[in-house]
T-cell receptor, first 114, second 111 residues
Framework: QKEVEQNSGPLSVPEGAIASLNCTYS??????FFWYRQYSGKSPELIMS????GDKEDGRFTAQLNKASQYVSLLIRDSQPSDSATYLC??????????????FGRGTQLTVWP | DVKVTQSSRYLVKRTGEKVFLECVQD?????MFWYRQDPGLGLRLIYF???????EKGDIPEGYSVSREKKERFSLILESASTNQTSMYLC??????????FGPGTRLTVT
């Protein structure tokens, strides 16, 4: 069973603060990691992908990967009310016939209040 | 931009009906996926396909089948719809680096 766990929400931060979303995974063979944002009633939207240890920055978003500790995180700087959504962590394990499928966490709901 | 389209946004069907959900992608992706999403249960993989006419079961394939006759099109079939198949159905396709892109979803209600 490939488990992907996200910190239980909901998470609530004030506008302008840093929101920190965390995700741990159980399979050491995991190779690729993704963060999706899902607004209520909408489909998930890919916002970040990360493949190697360290930080990856894209605008206000930073993904951090630590394979030794088996966690990946997403930091949102200068949080805006428009960032209020559910964030899904997804992990790819690249073995055998499951090559290409992702395992998703259940998501963390983020609310940014003005 | 990647474009994944699904045939309907909302669908209401009766118990026992055969239901077809269509998904089309325009990016020549090899892999395509069908998920359902329910409150509290997250995204659950029903079936996926890594090539034309190839398919693999996901975590909850019971009561569903799929068809992939052309690379760009992946269909989900509910052979005999039941009320417990009321859900949001999401189709996705993925790049060679496994970034998945989702369609807008079909909210299916079975009465």
């Amino acid at each position: 069973q490939k488990e992907v766990e996200q910190n239980s929400g909901p998470l609530s931060v004030p506008e302008g603060a840093i929101a920190s979303l965390n995700c741990t995974y159980s399979d050491r063979g995991s190779q690729s990691f993704f963060w999706y944002r899902q607004y209520s009633g909408k489909s998930p939207e890919l916002i970040m992908s990360i493949y190697s240890n360290g930080d990856k920055e894209d605008g206000r978003f930073t993904a951090q990967l630590n394979k030794a500790s088996q966690y990946v995180s997403l930091l949102i700087r200068d949080s805006q009310p428009s960032d209020s959504a559910t964030y899904l962590c997804a992990v790819r394990v690249g073995r055998g016939s499951t090559l290409g499928r992702l395992y998703f966490g259940r998501g963390t709901q983020l609310t940014v209040w003005p | 931009d990647v474009k994944v389209t699904q045939s309907s946004r909302y669908l209401v069907k009766r118990t026992g009906e055969k239901v077809f959900l269509e998904c089309v992608q325009d990016m020549d992706h090899e892999n395509m996926f069908w998920y359902r999403q329910d409150p509290g249960l997250g995204l659950r993989l029903i079936y996926f396909s890594y090539d034309v006419k190839m398919k693999e079961k996901g975590d909850i394939p019971e009561g569903y089948s799929v068809s992939r006759e052309k690379k760009e099109r992946f269909s989900l079939i509910l052979e005999s719809a039941s009320t417990n198949q009321t859900s949001m159905y999401l189709c996705a396709s993925s790049t060679i680096t496994n970034e998945q892109y989702f369609g807008p979803g079909t909210r299916l209600t079975v009465t």
